[in-house]
């Protein structure tokens, strides 16, 4: 196969750990015999700096006709004003819309050999391995009136607009019902909602009933918002794949990172209508943990949410199932030889390239 990846490094620690991913596709290439080019492209702050926009129009121009999007991270202090007419993150909501992105796809597994860099104990986290299935383009972030009114005795009034139309509902829930169907699942969709209050929620639960009847392998559960974020840390090894509304799924994605112990293991895929050449996905692939300004070119930074961003990449917007996998099993095995970056070990860390290298040994 041949496939286009448009590289967008942005800031922080951004280019380190994207750098590292296009190796481990580069090796992918030679030893599946794929040809695989990349572009580079700017986003976030640097592309403010360089242009004055967070995103380009250079940058979405060259997304549009990508077969894929590795993305390393966005934001950093130098422009963090509240004040600023553009911000870093502002690219990030951009893209997403000029791609037409509206699911978000976390998985979190934990490792055995890294239960101990979890605040759970190990016995809570034996067997945790599920995804997390994010609507991206609807609910209280985009819903409309968002605004403030002043009232009449001089006071004023915030107001925000949760709203989902049945066509948002029914996509995200199709998808993870497919996702759940899939050979690499266990067949249970927890399906999460507030419908006892919320009449979105009850349209988001008529819609994933009825939907249930199409997929007979696969189990539904319907499970409240409270529920799922206490069964997150009491039980998480019960979910497969979760899926919820977009508010929900922010909040509730940043406790799963929790459990694997660092931020800097776990990766994340946003795909959408768009299709790439192959006539599958055209996706955003991308580690969860940000630009980590902190540590930004000490070369520390772990690169693995990064590098399984681009197993999610060749599986999602290229098909490529075996070596999608040949990329986890190298992680998987890496880690369990004791391949540490400094996140997870204060002993003898590993450098960003030396954590690749390990990585790379075993693909």
């Keep these: 196969m041949t496939a286009h990846i448009i590289v967008l490094a942005g800031d922080g620690v951004g280019p380190e750990v994207s750098r590292e991913a296009v190796r481990v ?21 640097c592309a403010i700096d360089a242009t004055g926009s967070a995103l380009p129009e250079a940058t979405v121009e060259a997304a549009g006709k990508a077969d894929a999007v590795l993305l390393g991270a966005v934001g950093g202090p130098k422009w963090d004003d509240p004040k600023a007419k553009v911000r870093p993150e502002d690219g990030l909501l951009a893209i997403r819309k000029a791609l037409k992105l509206y699911a978000n796809l976390r998985p979190v597994k934990v490792y055995p050999e890294l239960a101990y860099a979890s ?13 997390v299935v994010r609507e991206l383009t609807g609910g209280l972030y985009f819903g409309q009136p968002k605004e403030r009114r002043k009232r009449t005795d001089g006071g004023i009034t915030a107001v925000d607009t949760l709203e989902y139309h049945d066509y948002e509902v029914e996509r995200i829930l199709k998808l993870a019902f497919e996702l759940a169907g899939g050979k690499a699942r266990r067949g249970v969709v927890a399906s999460v909602d507030k419908a006892n209050v919320l009449e979105t929620s009850r349209l988001w639960r008529e819609h994933a009933t009825a939907m249930a009847k199409d997929y007979p392998a696969v189990t539904l559960q319907h499970v409240l918002v409270d529920t799922a974020a206490m069964r997150l840390v009491m039980s998480p090894s019960q ?9 929900f799924g922010d ?19 946003s795909i959408g209508e768009v299709k790439n050449s192959k006539g599958f996905a055209l996706g955003l692939y991308e580690p969860i943990h940000g630009s980590a300004p902190d540590i930004a070119g000490k070369g520390i930074a772990n690169p693995v949410g990064t590098i399984l961003s681009a197993a999610m990449l060749l599986r999602h917007s290229l098909r490529l199932e075996q070596e999608a996998q040949a990329v986890e099993k190298a992680v998987e095995t890496a880690l369990q030889q004791g391949a540490r970056t400094g996140d997870l070990t204060k002993t003898n860390p590993l450098s960003t390239v030396q954590m690749t290298d390990k990585v790379m040994a075993h693909l």
């Design 25 to 45: 596709l580069q090796a992918v290439g030679t030893k599946f015999h794929h040809t695989f080019t990349f572009e580079d492209h700017l986003i976030g702050g």
């Design 239 to 247: 979910f497969d794949v979760l899926v919820t509304e977009n508010t």
């Design 251 to 269: 909040i509730l994605t940043d406790e799963a990172a929790v459990l694997a112990g660092s931020m800097g293991l776990l990766p994340s895929a």
């Design 119 to 131: 605040p759970l104990k190990p016995e809570i986290l034996a067997g945790t391995d599920f995804i």
